[in-house]
């Protein structure tokens, strides 16, 4: 559990500056054989990163050394599309944190939750004010502080609240999931079931 909890982030981002980016151009259907979640990040955004032959696409920003980053920020509507949860699992798999957009389709964004990436839905005019620092400078530093809900643009220390589902925020400080956050409670059953006279 403890190695899943997210109090604060601090890291740089790589920006994927498209709109409308569907669950097929996350992890293309023809990866989504296996049962486990390791492994596909490899296959995250393929289509866009690789050719036929398995050549990079050298000019897409994943191939591109100087992005890095726990971070990944996308243009409006991210994770439209298709329920799969594969989505989210390729994601994680890159070791990615945190996805960053404008819009998300509301599938993706509670798959995201179940696996512990944190998705940000932020306004377009600071959605273009990431974008624009990130191009600027790839070292550009993010902070992100799920406690106060905000993100912060460190180089210009312009700052933007999001929304979280209170449930959801608790299971990602403590690092729980579901199951986790039912065996959280167990003392307080405990008590409640030795308060009641039967």
């Known amino acids: ?12 981002a790589v920006p994927v500056f498209i709109e409308n980016i569907d669950t097929d151009q996350i992890i293309p259907a023809r990866f989504l054989k296996a049962t486990t979640r390791e492994g596909f990040g490899n296959n995250l955004f393929r289509d866009w990163r690789y050719n036929s032959d398995g050549s990079e696409i050298k000019d897409f920003v994943l191939n591109n050394s100087l992005y890095k980053g726990e971070i990944l920020v996308a243009g409006k509507n991210f994770g439209c599309g ?21 819009f998300f389709a509301d599938i993706f964004k509670n798959n995201a939750l179940n696996n512990f990436i944190l998705p940000i839905q932020v306004s377009d005019d600071f959605l273009a004010k990431i974008f624009d620092a990130v191009h600027k400078n790839n070292q550009t530093n993010f902070v992100i502080d799920l406690d106060l809900q905000s ?19 608790t299971c990602l400080l403590n690092g729980y999931d579901d ?14 079931e030795k308060s009641k006279p039967y």
């Open 82 to 102: 298709s329920s799969r949860e594969h989505a989210a699992w390729a994601i994680a798999d890159a070791g990615f944190k945190v996805v960053i957009s404008s």
């Open 179 to 192: 199951i986790d956050y039912l065996l959280s409670l167990k003392d307080n059953v405990i008590q409640y």
């Open 1 to 12: 559990m403890s190695d899943k909890k997210f109090l604060k982030l601090t890291s740089t």
């Open 151 to 169: 993100i912060t643009i460190v180089s210009t220390n312009e700052s933007e609240k999001f929304d979280i589902n209170p449930y959801k925020k």
